[in-house]
């Protein structure tokens, strides 16, 4: 006698993704009729919703605004103005910004501010200038603004000088920017110069990927013995 074909039995999903099981124990939960239906749940899915139990792809976005802003985004806040104007916080590694209307305004704290003499020197057929600025802590990516700086006498130009600029920490005292000019045999005569410079300082920058399981010796915190008082606070 010939085998009967095993009858085809409908397979019917829970709707939503269950991760608090292994993948296998997913593929079968039971029978809801037996013989008839095998009740199973999702495991994994990718841009998915559900309605009405049966799973549906997103049906997609549209950009908030095509302008763009510098660092990776670790916070957003949004709230409404007293006006009824809607904000977003954006802070990122490198900056922090409101968002109105798809425009993005940079609103980076201020960490300070110092008085430098002729502290830039360049050399002649590159761009790197190099600023003399004791104790500036400032940690390479650090944002700087210029302002109040005379020309090296070249293509390094108060204009091209009084700028944001973006640093290369060297040590305690120096670091380096990128100019917008390429310095010429007179930048370099004139180095150092600058005259009578203000560098005003943002907030310090952060890495642009998350460094995980750092607390307890991590700075002040933990540095004492345990069991003892400590003359530091965190």
């Known amino acids: 006698m010939a085998d009967q074909p095993t009858a ?4 019917m999903f829970r709707p939503g993704v269950n991760r608090e099981q292994t993948q296998y124990a997913s593929e079968t939960v039971g ?18 919703r559900f309605r009405q139990g049966f799973p549906e792809k997103i049906g997609g976005w549209y950009p908030l605004s095509l302008n763009t802003y510098l660092g ?13 104007i809607s904000l977003i916080g954006v802070g990122t590694n490198l900056k922090f910004y409101i968002n109105e209307a798809g425009s993005f305004y940079d609103i980076t ?6 008085t430098l003499t002729n502290p830039f020197t360049a050399i002649a057929g590159q761009s ?6 004791t104790a500036h802590g400032a940690v390479t990516g650090d944002f700087v603004t210029f302002s109040g700086a005379t020309g090296l006498g070249g293509n390094i130009t108060a204009a091209v000088l009084n700028q944001q600029y973006q640093v290369t920490v060297l040590s305690v005292n120096v670091y380096t920017f990128t100019a917008t000019a390429t310095a010429n ?6 180095s150092p ?36 008082s400590s003359s530091t606070t965190v």
């Open 128 to 133: 790197t200038i190099t600023v003399n600025a």
């Open 185 to 190: 045999a007179s930048d370099a005569s004139g």
């Open 8 to 11: 085809l039995l409908p397979i």
């Open 109 to 114: 704290p201020i960490r300070g501010t110092q």
């Open 72 to 84: 990776v985004c670790r916070s957003l806040f949004n709230w409404f103005s007293l006006t009824g």
């Open 193 to 228: 110069g600058g005259g009578t410079v203000t560098a005003t300082y943002q907030i310090n920058t952060g890495p642009a990927i998350e460094v995980p399981l750092y607390g307890w010796g991590s700075g002040t915190w933990g540095s004492g013995v345990w069991g003892t």
């Open 31 to 48: 029978t809801n009729s037996p013989g008839f239906t095998i009740v199973g749940s999702w495991y994994k899915s990718q841009l998915v």
